[in-house]
C-alpha cells in the first residue's frame, strides 16, 4: 500500500492564481480530510469528507473547496490564492471515528 | 468547539532523562486522546493513544495519563534518545465524531 499520497510537494503561487492539491488514499478509508499547518497553530481542520459525495467543513474553510467523487480521491481547491494561505497542507484518511489517521507527506505552498 | 492547549512549546531534555508534555481540553464530551509525533519534512504519524474508559496507556518507553475529572492529559518518554527529537502533537475528539482538535505542538530536542 503506498498510503496517503500527496501532489504536488512543493508549489509557488502567485495572488490570485487558482490551483488544485491532490490527496489520495488506497486503503479504502471511508474519512478524509484536509489540515493546513502553520507555525505555533498546530494542525487546523479545513475541510472533511465521511464519504464519497459527503464533504463538509471544518475549522477554517474559507478561500478553499473539496469533493469527493470517489472513496481515494479527496482533492483540495484554491480559488484566489492569497498570501495567508502560505502554509503547510496536509491530507489524512482514517477507517472510522475516533481511530488512527493517516497522514500524507504534505504540500509546502507559498503566495506571493 | 473543542479547544487543545498544549505546554511547553519547547522541551530539550539530555539523553537518557524523561519528557512530559502536557494538554488540557475543553469539551467534556471529548472521549479520544490520540498523540502523534511529526518528524522533520514529514506527515505527524500516530504514536500512542488512549480512550476516556482508561486512565493510563504505555507501549515501552511511551506512556499517557489522562485525568478526565480535570480534563487533562500527558505523554511521557522515558529514556529518551536522540531519534525521540521531533515536534508531538496532542489532540482530542468526541465518540461520534470524526473530527481531531489538535494542540499547537510541542518541539523536543534530545541532547546528547
Known amino acids: 500500500n503506498a498510503g496517503v499520497t500527496q501532489t504536488p510537494k512543493f508549489q509557488v503561487l502567485k495572488t490570485g492564481q487558482s490551483m488544485t492539491l491532490q490527496c489520495a488514499q488506497d486503503?479504502?478509508?471511508?474519512?478524509m480530510s484536509w489540515y493546513r499547518q502553520d507555525p505555533g497553530m498546530g494542525l487546523r481542520l479545513i475541510h472533511y469528507?465521511?464519504?464519497?459525495?459527503?464533504?463538509d467543513q471544518g475549522e477554517v474553510p474559507n478561500g478553499y473547496n473539496v469533493s469527493r467523487s470517489t472513496t481515494e480521491d479527496f482533492p483540495l481547491r484554491l480559488l484566489s490564492a492569497a498570501p495567508s494561505q502560505t502554509s503547510v497542507y496536509f491530507c489524512?484518511?482514517?477507517?472510522?471515528?475516533?481511530?488512527?489517521?493517516?497522514f500524507g507527506p504534505g504540500t509546502r505552498l507559498t503566495v506571493t | 468547539g473543542e479547544n487543545v492547549e498544549q505546554h511547553p512549546s519547547t522541551l530539550s531534555v539530555q539523553e537518557g532523562d524523561s519528557a512530559v508534555i502536557k494538554c488540557t481540553y475543553s469539551d467534556s464530551a471529548s472521549n479520544y486522546f490520540p498523540w502523534y509525533k511529526q518528524e522533520l519534512g514529514k506527515g505527524p504519524q500516530l504514536i500512542i493513544d488512549i480512550r476516556s474508559n482508561v486512565g493510563e496507556k504505555k507501549d515501552q518507553r511511551i506512556a499517557v495519563t489522562l485525568n478526565k475529572t480535570a480534563k487533562h492529559f500527558s505523554l511521557h518518554i522515558t529514556e529518551t534518545q536522540p531519534e525521540d527529537s521531533a515536534v508531538y502533537f496532542c489532540?482530542?475528539?468526541?465518540?461520534?465524531?470524526?473530527?481531531?482538535?489538535f494542540g499547537a505542538g510541542t518541539t523536543v530536542t534530545v541532547r546528547a
Open positions: 486503503m479504502n478509508h471511508e474519512y
Open positions: 469528507s465521511v464519504g464519497a459525495g459527503i464533504t
Open positions: 489532540a482530542a475528539s468526541k465518540a461520534n465524531d470524526y473530527k481531531l482538535s
Open positions: 489524512a484518511s482514517s477507517s472510522g471515528r475516533n481511530y488512527e489517521q493517516y
